[in-house]
């Protein structure tokens, strides 16, 4: 009896130590696991990733240097109002026998990239209300429906200051020397009176 109670024993023993060892690798790996929160989840792993925002190029009404209003091929003059552009193409060839030629900064654009010059105008003037003196939201710009034009160069703007008129082509906000739209009654009347800012355009409170 003594003998099988010794093999019991040192059957017992075995049996504990193999269950320690289990139990002390499960608890080792367990220890070396990332932690549950850098686990992925269903959520993660079904995510849709974000598209970087692409800038506005030339088909949103982007400009490049030397621009004129002869140039169909840019889409920020050849989507501007018909009516508008055949005003400033018949201003522009009489302006150029004074050697003056218009070139144009910016015309019609896409309402996305309208919203980027918000955008930049609001960071670069440190709030919505200034900035609204001077870019116009995509809902409200004229620039965004092809009415208006945005001219470089001060021998232009000068020229059409004495005669735009002439042509229905009138400045509108005082702030804005660069600013031309088109307003036919002027032909026979004058440019109307220009408001001092964008701000104070009725058409800017929509």
């Not at 093999?7 to 690798?25: E, K, N, R, Y």
Request: hydrophobic share 40%.
């Amino acid at each position: 009896m003594s003998r099988i109670h010794r093999l019991l024993g040192v059957g017992l023993v075995v049996v504990t130590a193999a269950i320690v060892s289990v139990l002390a690798h499960q608890l080792l790996k367990a220890s070396s696991a990332p932690p549950l929160s850098a686990a992925p989840t269903l959520n993660s792993l079904h995510r849709e990733p974000r598209e970087p925002r692409v800038a506005p190029g030339e088909a949103d009404g982007v400009v490049p240097d030397g621009v004129t209003v002869f140039d169909d091929e840019m889409p920020a003059v050849a989507n501007l109002d018909p009516d508008l552009l055949k005003a400033l193409r018949r201003a522009a060839e009489d302006a150029a026998d004074d050697e003056v030629e218009f070139y144009v900064n910016s015309g019609w654009r896409s309402p996305e990239y309208q919203n980027q010059l918000l955008r930049e105008a609001v960071a670069e003037y440190g709030s919505e209300e200034e900035a609204a003196r001077w870019v116009a939201t995509a809902q409200t710009s004229p620039h965004v429906s092809g009415d208006a034009v945005d001219l470089g160069r001060s021998d232009a703007t000068a020229w059409l200051s004495e005669h735009g008129a002439e042509y229905g082509l009138c400045r509108i906000y005082r702030n804005e020397p660069w600013h031309y739209e088109l307003r036919p009654e002027a032909i026979g009347h004058g440019c109307p009176r220009m408001y001092a800012d964008p701000t104070q355009d009725p058409r800017m409170q929509q």
